[in-house]
């Protein structure tokens, strides 16, 4: 069985403080996708990785996919109250099924 | 577009009820998935379809049942509700098993 697992669960921090999430598995996926949820919606993609060591920046976020294709970190630097909310990493398993880890609650402070 | 729709958005049900959770899309997307997310945790896949006439099932099935008429639409239906299925569910879209997967709001459904 494929898991992900996402660290810190929860994180509370003051505007413009940095931040790192993390997403780890056993297991090698195919590619990672990272979603962004707000309360009461559906998630939103923010990136796709597919290449090991592959990083990609959106804007204040960046994100990279581990060499081994196992693990994945979403950073985001000088962190803003729009920026919080529920943060998601998914990896492309077999069938092209989507397997999710449990999430990260970001909330930054003014 | 209108995207991925999903009714009722809120739904409380007696135990041993059922119901039919509605989801339509409007891109034109082979692949559907259904989801369910429980309070401070991840999702959950139930079912998904690769196309018309085409369903799987994913990692939590028990307790539901899916079907796929059309491109459009993938309802699932909730037999016997039991309080266990009480949860967020989250219908989702893509064009094919490699891309970028739409979601829909989502409905709250309370079993009591």
């Known amino acids: 069985t494929q898991l992900l697992e996402q660290s810190p669960q929860f994180l509370s921090i003051q505007e413009g403080e940095n931040l790192t999430v993390y997403c780890n598995s056993s297991?090698?996926?195919?590619?990672l996708q990272w979603y962004r949820q707000e309360p009461g919606e559906g998630p939103v993609l923010l990136v796709t990785?597919?290449?090991?060591?592959e990083v990609k920046k959106l804007k204040r976020l960046t994100f990279q996919f581990g060499d081994a294709r196992k693990d994945s970190s979403l950073h985001i630097t000088a962190a803003q109250t729009g920026d919080t909310g529920l943060y998601l990493c998914?990896?492309?398993?077999?069938?092209?099924?989507?397997?999710f880890g449990s999430g990260t609650r970001l909330l930054v402070r003014p | 577009n209108a995207g991925v729709t999903q009714t009722p958005k809120f739904r409380i049900l007696k135990i041993g009820q059922s119901m039919t959770l509605q989801c339509t899309q409007d891109m034109n997307h082979n692949y559907m998935y259904w989801y369910r997310q429980d309070p401070g945790m991840g999702l959950k896949l139930i079912y998904y379809?690769?196309?018309?006439?085409?369903?799987d099932k994913g990692e939590v099935p028990n307790g539901y049942n899916v079907s796929r008429s059309t491109t459009e639409d993938f309802p699932l239906r909730l037999e016997l509700a039991a309080p266990s299925q009480t949860s967020v569910y989250f219908c989702?879209?893509?064009?094919?098993?490699?891309?970028?997967?739409?979601f829909g709001p989502g409905t709250r459904l309370t079993v009591t």
């Open positions: 990785v597919v290449t090991g060591g």
């Open positions: 989702a879209s893509s064009k094919d098993g490699n891309y970028e997967q739409y």
């Open positions: 379809s690769v196309g018309a006439g085409i369903t």
């Open positions: 297991s090698v996926f195919s590619s």
């Open positions: 998914a990896g492309l398993g077999s069938s092209y099924k989507l397997i």
